[in-house]
């Protein structure tokens, strides 16, 4: 089984509309991280939490809000979700003692 | 400006060759750098990591950090063509680049 699983995988939906993207791991690992990824712009960091009550704007937190639910889950919405908000988005973990990173395996999010 | 520039490229070497990739970085406290490989259509993985100046050979890989000039750089000798994915650079911030794609033709 995966360590960093995300749900859904592909997902497509309309302007206006609320969006919650999940990420899980079974890693153990206390920092989860989102990112988007854009053609030709690398990764973006949207939000980060470094343990359950630790909750950190990243670069393009705007129209994004996070959730951390358990060490485990990671949630991130869309409360009203936008076309340019179309993109691959990553969830993440890492140990604080090690600053490698192991991803998930990406969500596609289409807004029409 | 992103505090982590990378040449977006695309680059294209033969196989058998070296390929290098660069990386500039704005932050002069950044202490240590990250290169991921990304396939395309699969989620970025860890090849080689470096905190200190000097270079840090592993396999094919070789990272280079020069702090004083800001750079750091990934060369890959003897270039395959399985090589051939978009290379990211990060720093400590978790804060990556555009990446560069690299094609190795056969």
Not at chain 1, 80 to 101: H, R, V, W
Not at chain 2, 25 to 34: E, L, N, T, V
Not at chain 2, 77 to 106: E, I, N, W
Request: glycine share 8%.
């Amino acid at each position: 089984d995966a360590d960093v699983t995300q749900t859904p995988r592909n997902r497509i939906t309309k302007t206006g509309k609320r969006i919650m993207l999940e990420c899980s791991q079974t890693k153990g690992h206390d920092r989860m991280y989102w990112y988007r990824q854009d053609p030709g712009l690398g990764l973006q960091l949207i939000y980060y939490s470094f343990d359950v009550k630790d909750i950190n704007k990243g670069e393009i937190s705007d129209g994004y809000s996070v959730s951390r639910q358990a060490q485990a889950k990671f949630s991130l919405s869309l409360e009203s979700a936008i076309p340019n908000q179309t993109a691959l988005y990553f969830c993440a973990t890492s140990d604080p003692g090690d600053n490698e990173q192991f991803f998930g395996p990406g969500t596609r999010l289409t807004v029409l | 400006q992103k505090e982590v520039e990378q040449n977006s490229g695309p680059l294209s070497v033969p196989e058998g060759a070296i390929a290098s990739l660069n990386c500039t970085y704005s932050d002069r406290g950044s202490q240590s750098f990250f290169w991921y490989r990304q396939y395309s259509g699969k989620s970025p993985e860890l090849i080689m990591f470096i905190y200190s100046n000097g270079d840090k050979e592993d396999g094919r890989f070789t990272a280079q950090l020069n702090k004083a000039s800001q750079y750091v750089s990934l060369l890959i000798r003897d270039s395959q063509p399985s090589d051939s994915a978009t290379y990211l650079c990060a720093g400590h911030d978790m804060r990556f680049g555009a990446g560069t794609r690299l094609t190795v033709k056969p």
